[in-house]
């Protein structure tokens, strides 16, 4: 997991950390780790450091700080370092130590955008934590900025640090090196987009529980349930699928196929009769009709006007079972839904439920995620390129490539969670979600390779999936509990 913590939480923690060091410990170590980076980086894209143009945007605050005495360390090492301070103040100790290392300085001018063009690195220390609201009108331009690597010291300059909303002109980046601990920003959709790959400096600060945490490929691998010698297809959990209808078959064959592949102890559709025969056809596995089930993958592919599939879907729902409340589904929820109901809506079935407009669902995911938990009781599990779950915890996931956005992906995320939450009826129902979501993207990418997919192929790459997942085989060869060990 990648835990992220607030801001306030962030300088709580800070200022503990600093009253037990010696002063300045904190920012020399931000500085090594952006050195350290930085120097990679040149060396990846140019094959050296010395001799090479580094721009350092040193703002007022002590993320300025942070890029000066980076920028001293970088010219330390031959680079030829440039730092333009965007601001009428600066951390003068960290300027002061930037210029004997034989960095030049000057303030910003109008017109610089092409200076940092040209420079072979940008190391954007305009604004941290500190930041509010999008990039200050002289800098605005830098949101256009094309063609050096640029590196964010601790985010993106423009970005909030405690939410994954963009209000103004951004500094994205390539790389964000962030200190201490992430911050939500760089979790949660559309800021996290803004912030390249992620590098995460500990600096040993003691940080309570996280406000927002990213599901890695790993945890699932730790998390996710393997069967065991006293298993049997009930024990390792029974799927009941309603999904489809008489018109719309697509739906019910992808969720069915992806509650299979997702290891599911059986599957059971239940539907009209022509979706139940594509099942067959395709997946001679799954059983028809009703009975038993530990969890329901609940509306794919259903007609808001559909009442037999409907009346299923009430049914299911006023069972107590485990449910994944999906499209169809979510069109009339009724009241006295738990955590152990997973609403899968996009952002524009997301808006069509609060009654807000799609592009604020899209500029503000967490919020209107959050709102919906709290309007329904529900986990609500709002699928994006970040997909973003709110229970007791918030969790994001975004192990998935852009080709995933094609019809009926979000049909076999509801069958690999319908899978999951059968399978593990005692853990948090968000984290399961968020295990789906990070397993659904890794099927996604292997389906792809880099290219277009088609939904079925990422069900079918499930199982593939599963076992790349980083330490799957590790974890699969520790023996069960009670199993003999030689
Ligand atoms: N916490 C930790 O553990 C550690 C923290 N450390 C570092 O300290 C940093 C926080 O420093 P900080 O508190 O001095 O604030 P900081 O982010 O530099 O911003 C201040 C000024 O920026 C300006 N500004 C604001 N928004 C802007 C915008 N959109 N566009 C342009 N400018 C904008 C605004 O000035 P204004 O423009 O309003 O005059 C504001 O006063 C943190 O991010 C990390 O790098 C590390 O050294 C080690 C450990
Ligand atoms: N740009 C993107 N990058 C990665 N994944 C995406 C992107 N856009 C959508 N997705 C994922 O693709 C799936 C689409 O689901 P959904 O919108 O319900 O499609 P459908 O209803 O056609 O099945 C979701 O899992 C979502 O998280
Ligand atoms: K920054």
Known sequence: MISAHTVETVRAAEEVAKAALPAGTLMQR?????????????????????GRTVVVLAGPGDNGGDALLAAARL???????????????????????????????????PGDESTCAAADLVLDGIAGIGGRGGLRPAVEGLSALDGPV??????PSGLDADTGAVTGEVMAADVTVTFGTAKPVHLLAPAAARCGQLLVVDLGLDLPAPAVER???????????????TDDKYSRGVVGVVAGGPDYTGAAVLAVEAAVRAGA????????AHPTELVRQRRPEAVAGPGRVQAWVLGPGVSPDDPEQQARIRD????GEPA????GALHDLPDGLGPHHVLTPHAGELARLLGVERSAVEADPLTFARRAHAETGATVLLKGSVTTIVGDRVLTAASATDWLSTAGAGDVLAGVLGAALAGRPHDDPAVVAADAAVLHGRAAALASAGGPLAALDVADAVPAALTSLPGWAERGRVPSKGAPTS
């Open 324 to 327: 994944v409340v999906d499209a």
């Open 316 to 319: 299911a729902l006023a069972s």
């Open 215 to 229: 599901v890695e490929p790993g945890d699932v691998a730790a998390r996710w349930r393997r069967p065991a010698p």
């Open 265 to 272: 102890g059986m599957v059971r559709y239940v539907g009209p």
């Open 30 to 50: 931000a500085a090594a780790a952006l050195d350290v980076v930085c120097a990679d980086l040149l060396r990846d894209t140019t094959g050296g450091v010395a």
């Open 75 to 109: 010219a330390r090492r031959g680079a030829a370092v440039t730092a333009l301070l965007t601001s009428g103040r600066v951390h003068t100790e960290a300027l002061a130590a930037a210029r004997r290392a034989g960095a030049r300085s000057r303030p910003w001018r």
């Open 150 to 155: 640029v590196v964010a010291v601790d985010l």
